[in-house]
């Protein structure tokens, strides 16, 4: 039984082959008598065939073609189909040679029923691909050697800009009858198109790509980045208007994954584009770090150089001169890389001695004292030279340059927000819309900064104080002054007060326009409210110390029961005791009024009160004795 069967469909199956076989000379025979027919037309004719009448039997032929490739793939291996082979391939060489030169004549002569008929001849035999590639060479070529000469790019200072130009007329002006018959263009009738054509996307684009890479390779050359970011920016606008002209979503996705558009925008280097920028702005910025506290610029809002890169760095990374949407990611870790390499350095400040300068000592100008800090070895470079470590020391830095370091800080914390809204736009360029992702990393940048204050102000605070203290202990030469040297009463308070809370003053003026008053008052209350408080010992201590005299004074009186061991004047004016005891009182006094002349609240003083309180019993012993 199954012997049978397999027999029945070995004889159906010679069948049907040789049925195919005989459709195959049927095909040929066919389509060879058209062409016979037609050549003795055109022999018999003087004028011959018109264009439109050889299109129409174009499209009989490729009709019957069609029939006949179909029947030879499916009798492929046959004898028979082998000694047809050389007649097919006569067939297909005379049917392309054919639709060719049809092609070209409707292009040239623009005659519109010609290109229909004939790309629908190539759409039928599924050559449409073969019709592409001959409006390529054949139209598209010549016009883009023409275009794109590198000589006139190079000399003319527009050159580029113009070179596109032209290459954008092209398609208006030589593929207005593809685009119309291919559904292309705007007044296409849809009934009347030949689908399945994309004439921009395969035959414009690719030859456009040819032309730049074989005739302008000086195009996507990286070693200038300013030369290759304008060249990068003008042929990404010439990509952008060129996807413009397809007319349609789909067929500008049919461009963007065409091998030649990726091949163009492979060209183009953006990693090595990067590197030298980011060379470009690491060393200008280590730069200005390493000369430390060098004055900035004229008409920077920065105090610092160090500061005025920084915040130029991170402007110039996203400026329209720099950015590019693809280097996006890169750009955002080098910006935060600039904000954490400035931290560090000014962590790297906070690590230096503050120098025992007073104020009045730090009218140097700042260029002068950015010198001498510079002059200091590095301890990193000279290790090699000298065995041990500690013979370099870190150099100095004054209460000036930390004020100047303050200003700077403050200035560029609050402005980093404002970095937020110039990079903004350029995300949205790239399509990223997480936004609070971003301002939450500058928010973390933000607080590496915050993290130096508190160091900061302990510096400027610890300094001002012991300057202001230095004066004020001079109060212990108030007894020295007062003690038998007959002097007269006091009236005003001695001149160590006004020297203790210069060094204030003259920072308040110096830095009224570039620090907000909080800042100061905060560092002012801290350094008085630390001087204040060792004051109030001195005073305590002086005090004290007058009292143990005064009482050994009453001891030794009363032993000698003499009157000549009193300290009182011998007039009968006031002691001695009670002068240092008045000229104390009228010494705190006096702080407290330019304290208060300073804009600051005696309340936030800590220890002022009780200082207050210690010379003001002073004072109502004076006036108990008097009386």
């Known amino acids: 039984m199954f012997s049978i069967q397999c027999k029945f469909f070995f004889e159906f199956y010679k069948q049907m082959c040789v ?6 000379i049927k095909s040929v025979e066919k389509i060879e008598k058209i062409l016979h027919s037609q050549n003795s037309k055109e022999m018999s004719s003087l004028e011959g065939s018109s264009p439109l009448l050889t299109g129409q039997i174009l499209e009989r032929i490729a009709m019957e073609f069609n029939q006949l490739q179909f029947h030879a793939v499916q009798s492929k291996g046959m004898p028979l189909l082998d000694k047809l082979r050389p007649r097919i391939a006569g067939i297909t060489a005379m049917l392309q040679q054919s639709l060719e030169g049809l092609l070209l004549e409707g292009l040239q002569s623009a005659n519109v029923d010609i290109i229909r008929h004939c790309l629908r001849t190539y759409a039928t035999i599924d050559k449409t691909r ?8 054949v139209l598209v070529k010549p016009y883009i050697d023409e275009v794109i000469v590198e000589q006139y790019v190079q000399s003319h200072p527009n050159g580029l800009q113009t070179m596109y130009n032209k290459l954008l007329e092209f398609v208006p002006l030589h593929c207005r009858l593809l685009r119309e018959v291919t559904g292309g263009g705007i007044s296409s009738e849809k009934g009347n198109t030949v689908p399945g054509y994309d004439f921009l ?8 790509v040819r032309g730049l890479e074989e005739k302008l390779p000086s195009l996507f050359n990286p070693g200038n980045p300013d030369v290759f970011h304008e060249k990068y920016t003008k042929s990404m606008d010439f990509v952008r208007k060129f996807e413009r002209q397809c007319g349609s979503q789909a067929s500008v996705k049919r461009l963007r994954s065409h091998p030649s558009y990726h091949s163009f925008n492979d060209k183009w280097n953006l990693p090595v584009y990067f ?46 001169q720099m950015f590019l949407p693809l280097l996006t990611h890169r750009l955002w870790k080098l910006s935060l890389q600039i904000i954490a390499r400035y931290s560090f350095f000014i962590n790297e400040l906070l690590l230096r001695p503050v120098s025992n300068e007073t104020t009045k000592d730090n009218k140097k100008s700042l260029a002068s004292m950015s ?5 200091n070895p590095n301890p990193v470079e000279d290790q090699g030279q000298d065995s041990s470590p500690e013979a370099q020391p870190l150099p100095s830095i004054s209460t000036t340059q930390l004020v100047l370091v303050a200003a700077d800080l403050d200035k560029l914390q609050e402005w980093l927000p404002e970095l937020l809204q110039i990079i903004e736009p350029k995300l949205q360029t790239v399509g990223f819309k997480n936004i609070a992702c971003i301002s939450g990393a500058l928010e973390d940048s933000k607080e590496s900064l915050l ?11 610890q300094d001002l104080s012991d300057s202001c203290f230095n004066c004020l202990r001079s109060a212990l030469e108030v007894p020295r002054i007062y003690r038998r040297t007959n002097k007269e009463v006091p009236v005003k308070a001695l001149p160590y007060v006004d020297s203790a809370l210069k060094p204030f003053h003259q920072l308040k003026n110096e830095c ?7 800042i100061i008052d905060q560092w002012f209350e801290g350094a008085l409210s630390n001087s204040t408080q060792k004051y109030f010992e001195t005073i305590s201590d002086i005090l004290n110390s007058v009292k143990k005299m005064e009482e050994s004074l009453k001891r030794l009186k009363q032993a000698r029961k003499t009157a000549t061991t009193n300290s009182a004047s011998p007039n009968g004016g006031m002691s001695d005791d009670n002068k240092i005891r008045l000229q104390l009182a009228l010494d705190v006094e006096h702080y407290g009024v330019q304290m208060q002349k300073m804009g600051l609240q005696l ?10 309180e210690l010379v003001q019993a002073a004072k109502d012993q004076i006036s108990a004795e008097q009386t």
């Open 451 to 461: 993290g130096c204050w508190p160091v900061l102000n302990n510096k400027i605070i």
């Open 275 to 320: 590197q030298i920028r980011f060379r470009e702005i690491g060393g200008t910025v280590e730069a200005a770090l390493s000369n430390g506290l060098e004055e900035a610029p004229a008409g920077s809002p920065y105090c610092l150089l160090a500061t005025h890169t920084a915040w130029t760095s991170l402007q110039k990374c996203w400026s329209d």
């Open 201 to 208: 996307v395969n035959s414009v684009w690719p030859e456009i």
């Open 512 to 518: 009224k326009d570039t620090l907000k008053p909080a």
């Open 371 to 375: 010198k001498e800090s510079s002059l």
């Open 603 to 612: 309340s936030n003083i800590k220890s002022f009160s009780a200082l207050s």
């Open 19 to 24: 049925l195919r076989l005989i459709q195959v």
């Open 130 to 137: 073969d019709a592409e590639a001959l409006v390529g060479q």
